[in-house]
């Protein structure tokens, strides 16, 4: 158990499908993370929050929104989203964004886009 | 920018024997490096990080990594593997400088056999 908690663990939607993926922390971090994890590719960074404020965003299409409303819980609403968007999307925290910190990570959500 | 280059994607090995998992990277400037676990559907964790300091790094479950910067190499050593630790292990990197951004490699995916 990490303490960082992700629901749901399975989510299979259809290209016109809204459904939103939750992750929390009991850590008392400050800094939280999205993560996407595809087959045969490394784990591609996407959101950046620390303290609430979104500080990364990298080149994500419109069509993943996250939302941070509080340094323990993290949103990815999904919307429109396309086959190729299937993946493991992993949420993590840390202390803070010092690049020295260890992260810690849910067991993610494996979507399936149909 | 940072790369993570893992030259094997796939490590057999039987139970009780070495193994080293090999890591190299890339970047123009400083950076730390990091070792990250991920066992089957489970988030990944960290298994030992290099900051500074003694290029011998050792970290949980009888795993240690070397840091040789003159060929930019982090590679994964344990002298002798259970069938528990079957997972697939990431090296990672984050620039000294700024917020944390981890850059990952493909991964291996390490299986013991008995």
């Known amino acids: 158990e990490t303490g960082v908690t992700q629901t749901p663990r399975h989510l299979v939607m259809g290209m016109t499908n809204k459904k939103s993926l939750k992750c929390e922390q009991h850590?008392?971090?400050?800094?939280m993370y999205w993560y996407k994890q595809s087959a045969k590719k490394p784990l591609e960074l996407m959101f950046v929050?620390?303290?609430?404020?979104?500080?990364e965003n990298n080149s994500v299409p419109s069509r993943f929104s996250p939302e941070c409303p509080n340094s323990s819980h993290l949103f990815l609403h999904l919307h429109t989203l396309q086959p190729e968007d299937s993946a493991l999307y992993l949420c993590?925290?840390?202390?803070?964004?010092?690049?020295?910190?260890?992260?810690?990570f849910g067991s993610g959500t494996q979507l399936s886009v149909l | 920018a940072q790369s993570v280059t893992q030259l094997d994607s796939q490590v057999p090995v039987f139970e009780e024997a070495p193994v080293e998992l090999r890591c190299n990277y890339s970047?123009?400037?400083?950076?730390?490096l990091f070792w990250y676990v991920q066992y089957p559907n489970q988030g990944l964790q960290l298994l030992l990080k290099?900051?500074?300091?003694?290029?011998l790094v050792k970290g949980i479950n009888g795993f240690e990594a070397e840091f040789n910067k003159s060929q930019t190499s982090f590679h994964l050593r344990k002298p002798s593997v259970h069938i528990s630790d079957t997972a697939e292990y990431f090296c990672?990197?984050?620039?000294?400088?700024?917020?944390?951004?981890?850059?990952f490699g493909q991964g291996t995916r390490l299986t013991i056999n008995p």
């Open positions: 993590a925290s840390s202390r803070g964004t010092d690049p020295n910190e260890k992260l810690f």
């Open positions: 850590l008392g971090h400050n800094a």
């Open positions: 929050y620390n303290f609430k404020e979104q500080t």
């Open positions: 970047s123009s400037v400083s950076v730390y």
């Open positions: 290099y900051l500074s300091g003694s290029t």
């Open positions: 990672a990197v984050s620039r000294i400088q700024g917020a944390q951004k981890l850059v």
